[in-house]
């Protein structure tokens, strides 16, 4: 079954009920969870005076990564919803003053968001790059500020993180490094390989030398990421692919027989109001995206690729109905994990 090529179709599919989940989300103001770090008792801006960017979606990163999402189906899909609106709400967060403030918040408080909102901040920028569209154009001259910043933060931080985190949140290094390499061979094609080459230099120090993961401890309560798939992804794209195969023998020996079984059953989401276990859709929609990175990389021969078409297939039926028409502790955020799987490469 060529996969990709169903989620092409599906993803024309949705795009109009995604385009309009995402924009009442960036414009939904509260409820907000700030991660604000108060300098005194008078330092207490509501989000749209933090963030006139990025104040919707319940919290910074969900906001970024939505904002992403609605650009990449602006530059996939322009003719599957009117996009008029779209187009009207996003020039009006990304505004000069507006993208100044957010990289004038983020180089203030270098630790805010580290890594999860720097990674999908650097996917959201180089999603800019690669719509030929004028406004695309205009908003990517907006943004190169923040990009700059978290450039920047990145490569002051990565030197100084002699071990990595490996949960399966926010704080997972991996993904946040994975997200950006986009925009790190975007500097690097551009005659700046230094963040390239201090993310490949922490990805190999962290990881080259894992073997025999306990991905079986798989999920816990909260995850919305997988430990061990987030490694996976960052090491297929840091490796050539030759060198990738090799370590993913020794990083996960059983995936020819399916096992760890954990790793191929979707997570049960037993209460989508409830934000933490709501997470568990999030990890069925990730373990899917990166299933079929995977099954794109491997030989066609490769006694592995029926175990991940199935993974794919399970994880997918099992989390994307619940993008929209479900809870907003579940919308504010799923929709862009939908869009990793429906829109690989």
Known sequence: ???FQDAKTSLEQVAATYAESIINSIQQEYPNQMQHMMTGPEDRPT???????????????????MHWALIRLLRLTPDAFDKTKAMEVLGAHLTEPALFQEATYLRSRPHFERPYGWGWALTFVHELTLWEDEAAAKWLATVRPLADVITELFMAWLP???YPIRLGMHSNSAFGLARSVPWAMYLSAQGDPRLLNAITQATTQWYGEDRDYPAGYEPSGSDFLSPALTEVDLMSLVLKREEFLVWLDAFLPG??????????????????SDGQLAHLHGLNLYRAFVWEHLNAILPDDDQRRPHLETGIEAHARASMGA????DYMVEHWLTCYAMLYLSRG
């Open 323 to 326: 993008v929209t028409g479900s």
């Open 255 to 272: 995936l020819s027989s399916g096992n760890p079984k954990s790793l191929f059953q979707p997570a049960f989401v037993s209460d989508a």
């Open 1 to 3: 079954m060529n996969h």
């Open 160 to 162: 100084k993180a002699t």
């Open 47 to 65: 989000p749209r005076e933090a963030h006139p960017a990025f104040y919707g979606c319940f919290d910074w990163h969900s906001s970024v990564e």
